[in-house]
């Protein structure tokens, strides 16, 4: 199979989907792999690694396109990319289709057939392909929404740790998953006041059992929910339902009740957003306000801290690639439940219920394709 892999075009997305060691393995099992050149310089790989690996660079991304059989990316693909795509071309990288139904039309249109990160399941009810970057993000998160609290980028002015004599901030995780913990161990870890919210008893029971003593868990109900929100300084949204559009936690109408220069960081924006007042943001502008209310919602933050982002990503990626790549992906769907659960759209035809129920799409099983 010839496996190609586009340089990333999204606002400032230095990641690429292919790493040089990535491309090793493909070529020892026997595929060809072409990458567009400069693709991987944003995340400190040069054209010299990939070739040095036995890879092919070519000039451009309509190259790539037109040569592959399947396109291995990062993020979703752009509208100049989704023209690109041909009907019977494997697509295999992040879609988040839920909240794009332009996306979601030019998907079904191209024919092809296109396999999203995010949904990709395992034996545990992990999600392994976007858990290494909610790890990112998690760890992020209170860090930009630190730097957002400062008083000169229309934050609180409020120092997470505090100092002796003044208590420290306090920040809110709304969703206690991947994103949610590691977001809470590092505001626990900047010395923060922190408390995780979750549905799910059962993981607030682990959160409590492994990290009773650096950070607070509570029952997400509604009031419990507005009544931390309202005493915090930063809010982190951090929720998911598998492939479906966010839930909305906090409206605008309650964002008076919040703090004045407040923060929200809505990591759950790649999925619509968890707080009404949410728009994706980029890294070249990352910040807006309303109502008082700071909100930062950069739907590509690993896309930031690229190099151990692309690393972490691929290490994650490359055998669910290298399967499909060897048996083609009704094979490698049919042997793996959990890589047919990533199967979001096929040769015109939605294959993920949560993405069709939030569009008012019909959708079909992807099993009755194999
Ligand atoms: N903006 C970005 O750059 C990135 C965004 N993400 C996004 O972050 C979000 C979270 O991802 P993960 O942590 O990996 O998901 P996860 O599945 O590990 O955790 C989600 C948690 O949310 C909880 N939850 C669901 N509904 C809830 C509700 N109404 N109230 C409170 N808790 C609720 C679930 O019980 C679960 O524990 C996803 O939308 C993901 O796509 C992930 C990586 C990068
Ligand atoms: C998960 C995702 O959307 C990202 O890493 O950009
Ligand atoms: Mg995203």
Same mark, same amino acid.
């Given at each position: 199979?010839?496996?190609?892999?586009?340089?990333?075009?999204?606002?400032?997305?230095?990641?690429?989907?292919?790493?040089?060691? @990535?491309?090793?393995?493909?070529? $020892?099992? !026997?595929?060809? *792999?072409?990458?567009?050149?400069? #693709?991987? +310089?944003? =995340? &400190?790989?040069?054209?010299?690694?990939?070739?040095?690996?036995?890879?092919?660079?070519?000039?451009?991304?309509?190259?790539?396109?037109?040569?592959?059989?399947?396109?291995?990316?990062?993020?979703?693909?752009?509208?100049?990319?989704?023209?690109?795509?041909?009907?019977?071309?494997?697509?295999?990288?992040?879609?988040?289709?839920?909240?794009?139904?332009?996306?979601?039309?030019?998907?079904?249109?191209?024919?092809?057939?296109?396999?999203?990160?995010?949904?990709?399941?395992?034996?545990?009810?992990?999600?392994?392909?976007?858990?290494?970057?909610?790890?990112?993000?998690?760890?992020?998160?209170?860090?930009?929404?630190?730097?957002?609290?400062?008083?000169?980028?229309?934050?609180?002015?409020?120092?997470?740790?505090?100092?002796?004599?003044? @208590?420290?901030?306090?920040?809110? $995780?709304? !969703?206690?998953? *991947?994103?949610?913990?590691?977001? #809470?161990? +590092?505001? =626990? &870890?900047?010395?923060?006041?922190?408390?995780?919210?979750?549905?799910?008893?059962?993981?607030?029971?682990?959160?409590?059992?492994?990290?009773?003593?650096?950070?607070?868990?509570?029952?997400?109900?509604?009031?419990?929910?507005?009544?931390?929100?309202?005493?915090?300084?930063?809010?982190?949204?951090?929720?998911?339902?598998?492939?479906?559009?966010?839930?909305?936690?906090?409206?605008?109408?309650?964002?008076?009740?919040?703090?004045?220069?407040?923060?929200?960081?809505?990591?759950?924006?790649?999925?619509?957003?968890?707080?009404?007042?949410?728009?994706?943001?980029?890294?070249?502008?990352?910040?807006?306000?309303?109502?008082?209310?700071?909100?930062?919602?950069?739907?590509?933050?690993?896309?930031?801290?690229?190099?151990?982002?692309?690393? @972490?990503?691929?290490?994650?990626?490359?055998?669910?690639?290298?399967?499909?790549?060897?048996?083609?992906?009704?094979?490698?769907?049919?042997?793996?439940?959990?890589?047919?659960?990533?199967?979001?759209?096929?040769?015109?035809?939605?294959?993920?219920?949560?993405?069709?129920?939030?569009?008012?799409?019909?959708?079909?099983?992807?099993?009755?394709?194999?």
């Amino acid at each position: 199979m010839i496996i190609g892999c586009p340089k990333e075009i999204k606002p400032q997305e230095f990641r690429v989907g292919l790493t040089p060691a @990535a491309a090793h393995e493909a070529i $020892v099992n !026997g595929h060809e *792999v072409i990458v567009e050149t400069g #693709a991987g +310089i944003g =995340a &400190g790989f040069a054209d010299e690694d990939y070739i040095a690996e036995g890879a092919t660079i070519l000039p451009t991304a309509a190259d790539v396109f037109a040569k592959a059989d399947m396109i291995v990316k990062v993020k979703e693909p752009q509208a100049v990319e989704r023209k690109m795509l041909r009907k019977g071309q494997l697509l295999f990288t992040y879609l988040h289709l839920a909240p794009d139904p332009e996306q979601t039309k030019d998907l079904l249109e191209s024919g092809a057939t296109c396999i999203a990160y995010e949904t990709v399941t395992d034996d545990r009810g992990g999600l392994p392909l976007l858990a290494p970057m909610s790890e990112v993000a998690g760890r992020l998160a209170p860090q930009v929404g630190a730097y957002t609290l400062q008083k000169a980028n229309g934050g609180r002015g409020v120092l997470l740790g505090g100092v002796p004599g003044v @208590a420290p901030g306090r920040v809110v $995780v709304i !969703g206690g998953g *991947v994103v949610g913990t590691h977001a #809470a161990r +590092i505001a =626990a &870890g900047m010395g923060a006041d922190v408390t995780v919210l979750d549905r799910s008893i059962p993981r607030l029971r682990y959160l409590d059992d492994v990290f009773g003593k650096e950070f607070k868990t509570a029952y997400a109900s509604a009031a419990n929910t507005m009544e931390l929100a309202c005493e915090a300084d930063m809010i982190i949204g951090a929720v998911l339902i598998p492939g479906a559009a966010a839930p909305k936690l906090i409206s605008r109408a309650q964002l008076s009740e919040l703090k004045p220069g407040a923060v929200l960081v809505d990591v759950a924006i790649d999925q619509g957003g968890c707080f009404e007042t949410s728009k994706a943001t980029t890294h070249q502008d990352p910040i807006y306000e309303v109502d008082g209310v700071m909100h930062y919602c950069v739907a590509n933050m690993p896309g930031a801290v690229a190099r151990t982002s692309t690393l @972490a990503l691929g290490n994650a990626t490359l055998p669910f690639m290298i399967a499909l790549a060897n048996k083609g992906w009704k094979q490698a769907c049919k042997d793996d439940k959990h890589l047919l659960n990533g199967l979001n759209v096929h040769d015109g035809k939605l294959t993920y219920a949560a993405v069709g129920e939030a569009l008012g799409i019909e959708t079909v099983d992807p099993a009755t394709l194999l």
